[in-house]
């Protein structure tokens, strides 16, 4: 953790709010991407990641200093966003229903330096066409899938954000990867047929 980052949380358990924006500063659009991913909704990753931010806000005091910050406001958003979709019961995959999600995020996700249009367009479609497929797993892969494959986190920060030790997330994130396979490949076929 760098010195800087130690100074501005012992600022905010103290109640520093100035202290605490500064610390958040580069965490509140992860925050919020993290919770576009988990949500596929603007609207509720806003207000999600907004209220995970007040609960760091309110629970700095209990952050032990065993893990980064970064990593326990991770967890934060992360329980965050589950205990929001459990109350709403949430379906996050449906057929009728597309990926709410604009252009722009997926192209901020995967950024294509090619001018050509050709290329521009297929990789927008081909991004699409993955975001929906990773929409389709179970919240457990899809979770591993976001914050390995889309977050880089590594398989420490995971175990630590999951609670579980960093051989669940390994097979975790095994089968969700073969899983995540075999439903692009039955996607491409249906697209042939």
């Known amino acids: ?6 100074l501005l949380i012992k600022r905010s358990i103290k109640g520093d ?4 924006e500064e610390l958040i500063k580069d965490y509140k659009k992860m ?10 909704n603007k609207e509720d990753a806003e207000d999600i990641s907004q209220e995970a931010l007040v609960k760091v806000f309110r629970n700095i005091d209990s952050f ?3 893990s980064t910050f970064k990593v326990w406001l991770y967890r934060i958003v992360m329980n965050t966003c589950l205990d929001f979709k459990r109350k709403k019961k949430i379906v996050t ?3 009728d229903k597309p990926l709410e999600s604009d252009e722009s995020e997926i192209l901020q996700d995967i950024p294509d330096n090619s001018n050509n249009p050709d290329v521009i367009i297929q990789n927008k479609l081909e991004s699409q ?16 899938i976001v914050l390995r494959d889309l977050q880089n986190l590594s398989y420490k920060d995971i175990a ?4 579980c030790n960093e051989g669940t997330i390994k097979s975790r994130l095994n089968r969700a990867r073969k899983k995540l396979r ?6 491409l076929q249906e697209s042939e047929s």
Do not use: G, P
């Open 31 to 40: 925050a919020y991407n993290i919770a576009l991913r988990v949500l596929r």
């Open 17 to 20: 709010v100035d202290a605490f």
């Open 129 to 144: 066409m993955l975001y929906e497929c990773i929409e389709m797993l179970d919240d457990d892969f899809r979770t591993v």
């Open 160 to 163: 630590s954000i999951l609670s």
């Open 64 to 66: 032990n200093m065993q």
């Open 1 to 6: 953790m760098q010195d800087n980052e130690l």
């Open 182 to 187: 075999d439903i692009i490949t039955n996607k």
């Open 93 to 95: 995959y449906s057929i």
